[in-house]
């Protein structure tokens, strides 16, 4: 397993913008799939984002879906998370994930990932 610290959370007006930085070390980085989730206060973790290891291909959450987008750098070890139009629903603790298996697929699955980050904080007020 390797190690992911987020960054770029912070509290900010409905409709503006952010964007979160997630820095992975310790394992070979460009050959996982990566994605964001998202827990509330009360809410369970749900999916947010997801990108291939090769950064091809992304796959969105209904609820942002047109909003946010995932990308990733490999020759840098991080993948980010823009966040546009925010709404204070966006209101949560946001964790980077890797999945478990070299050159898996995009996927949604919580139970996909091995690695996650501590979490970064996003407060959007109306």
């Known amino acids: 397993q390797g190690q992911l610290v987020e960054s770029g959370g912070g509290l900010v007006q409905a409709g503006g913008s952010l964007r979160l930085s997630c820095a992975a070390t310790?394992?070979?980085?460009?050959?996982?799939?990566m994605g964001w989730f998202r827990q509330a206060p009360g809410k369970e973790r749900e999916f947010v984002a997801a990108i291939s290891w090769s950064g091809g291909s992304t796959h969105y959450a209904d609820s942002v879906k047109g909003r946010f987008i995932i990308s990733r750098d490999n020759a840098k070890n991080t993948v980010y998370l823009q966040m546009n139009s925010l709404k204070p629903e966006d209101t949560a603790l946001y964790y980077c994930a890797g999945d478990r298996r070299p050159q898996g697929g995009v996927t949604w699955y919580r139970a996909a990932y091995d690695s996650w980050g501590q979490g970064t904080q996003v407060t959007v007020s109306s």
């Open positions: 310790g394992r070979s980085f460009s050959v996982y799939a």
